[in-house]
């Protein structure tokens, strides 16, 4: 599908990690990790063009402080004509847990459903819904594993046998492969030291006759944090890694510091996109970029 979208630089000048997009008819709503702060939760932006945003204000309802003060990467799906959000919140680095909100509208207020869709998970976040052909829904996300070659965080996904449910049989997707998907070396965790290494940020696209997946790896504190793909023939996978010497769909070079956390839409004329954060120059605030994407029989391109 031709994609004539043309953006530089990011597309939005304040801080908006972890950013997903929705496209609702000819509107986009962004939807992404903010500035800690007081009331509610996640920063919402609406576009008509994918390049100028419109702030639409915060749009989760905050829970009670008990469930945590750490808000992480919302993601919106659209079923029986509601809006549906995943997330994860927790204490920092201690119980993470995924959870559902729901709204009328997709700029809120989203109202959490009292339910944590992943009591038996150490840790748990960045939640991707994602509706396959036969209009059946999987939840993708992140977890902490403690064995194989490489602990760390690792890609999970499980079926949604409902919007507030779990079959509560998660399967492994992708466990990290390469040195630098190293998040810390000799990082204490669980009681024990690792050489802790990192996927997170799935997103999952049907293209070409089988399923392509972005995700992000290393470290999000640093500029070696970048962007890879898999695909597969079902979105339970197996799933493979882009072939040896590919290379990173994304990773710093001297217009982008540490990309990574992408989502996928499209645009008006059916074009793919991949929208991601990168680190300002100064490494203080990441900033929602917005690029053409392109599946071809070789793996996937940026343009």
């Given at each position: 599908m031709p994609n004539t979208l043309a953006i530089t630089g990011p597309v939005y000048g304040d801080y908006f990690a972890d950013p997903f997009v929705l496209r609702v008819g000819d509107q986009y709503f962004a939807y992404g990790t903010g500035v800690a702060s007081p009331g509610p939760v996640f920063e919402t932006l609406s576009s008509a063009d994918l390049k100028t945003w419109t702030p639409r204000g915060r749009c989760l309802v905050r829970l009670d402080a008990g469930a945590g003060d750490e808000?992480?990467?919302?993601?919106?799906?659209?079923?029986?004509?509601?809006?549906?959000?995943?997330?994860?919140?927790?204490?920092?680095?201690?119980?993470?847990?995924?959870?559902?909100?729901?709204?009328?509208?997709p700029i809120g207020p989203f109202i959490d459903q009292g339910v944590n869709l992943t009591p038996r998970e150490m840790f748990a976040i960045d939640p991707h819904p994602f509706q396959d052909r036969d209009g059946s829904w999987y939840l993708y996300y992140a977890r902490d594993v403690l064995d194989g070659d490489r602990p760390g965080t690792h890609l999970a996904v499980d079926r949604l046998v409902s919007v507030t449910q779990l079959a509560g049989d998660p399967v492994e997707v992708l466990a990290p492969y390469a040195d630098w998907q190293l998040f810390a070396a000799d990082r204490r965790m669980y009681g024990s030291v690792y050489q802790w290494h990192t996927l997170e940020g799935p997103t999952v696209v049907y293209r070409s006759g089988r399923y392509w997946m972005t995700f992000s790896g290393?470290?999000?504190?640093?500029?070696?944090?970048?962007?890879a793909w898999a695909t597969a023939e079902h979105p339970l996978g197996p799933w493979a890694y882009a072939p040896e010497g590919t290379g990173r769909l994304l990773e710093t070079t001297g217009e982008l510091i540490g990309p990574g956390h992408s989502s996928l839409t499209t645009t008006r004329e059916g074009g793919d996109v991949i929208v991601f954060h990168a680190w300002d120059t100064g490494m203080a605030n990441r900033l929602m970029h917005v690029r053409p994407i392109f599946f071809g029989p070789d793996g996937p391109r940026i343009g």
């Amino acid at each position: 599908m031709p994609n004539t979208l043309a953006i530089t630089g990011p597309v939005y000048g304040d801080y908006f990690a972890d950013p997903f997009v929705l496209r609702v008819g000819d509107q986009y709503f962004a939807y992404g990790t903010g500035v800690a702060s007081p009331g509610p939760v996640f920063e919402t932006l609406s576009s008509a063009d994918l390049k100028t945003w419109t702030p639409r204000g915060r749009c989760l309802v905050r829970l009670d402080a008990g469930a945590g003060d750490e808000y992480w990467a919302p993601e919106v799906a659209v079923f029986d004509n509601a809006y549906w959000m995943y997330y994860s919140v927790g204490h920092g680095i201690s119980g993470h847990h995924l959870r559902v909100a729901r709204a009328e509208n997709p700029i809120g207020p989203f109202i959490d459903q009292g339910v944590n869709l992943t009591p038996r998970e150490m840790f748990a976040i960045d939640p991707h819904p994602f509706q396959d052909r036969d209009g059946s829904w999987y939840l993708y996300y992140a977890r902490d594993v403690l064995d194989g070659d490489r602990p760390g965080t690792h890609l999970a996904v499980d079926r949604l046998v409902s919007v507030t449910q779990l079959a509560g049989d998660p399967v492994e997707v992708l466990a990290p492969y390469a040195d630098w998907q190293l998040f810390a070396a000799d990082r204490r965790m669980y009681g024990s030291v690792y050489q802790w290494h990192t996927l997170e940020g799935p997103t999952v696209v049907y293209r070409s006759g089988r399923y392509w997946m972005t995700f992000s790896g290393g470290s999000w504190e640093g500029d070696g944090y970048g962007v890879a793909w898999a695909t597969a023939e079902h979105p339970l996978g197996p799933w493979a890694y882009a072939p040896e010497g590919t290379g990173r769909l994304l990773e710093t070079t001297g217009e982008l510091i540490g990309p990574g956390h992408s989502s996928l839409t499209t645009t008006r004329e059916g074009g793919d996109v991949i929208v991601f954060h990168a680190w300002d120059t100064g490494m203080a605030n990441r900033l929602m970029h917005v690029r053409p994407i392109f599946f071809g029989p070789d793996g996937p391109r940026i343009g």
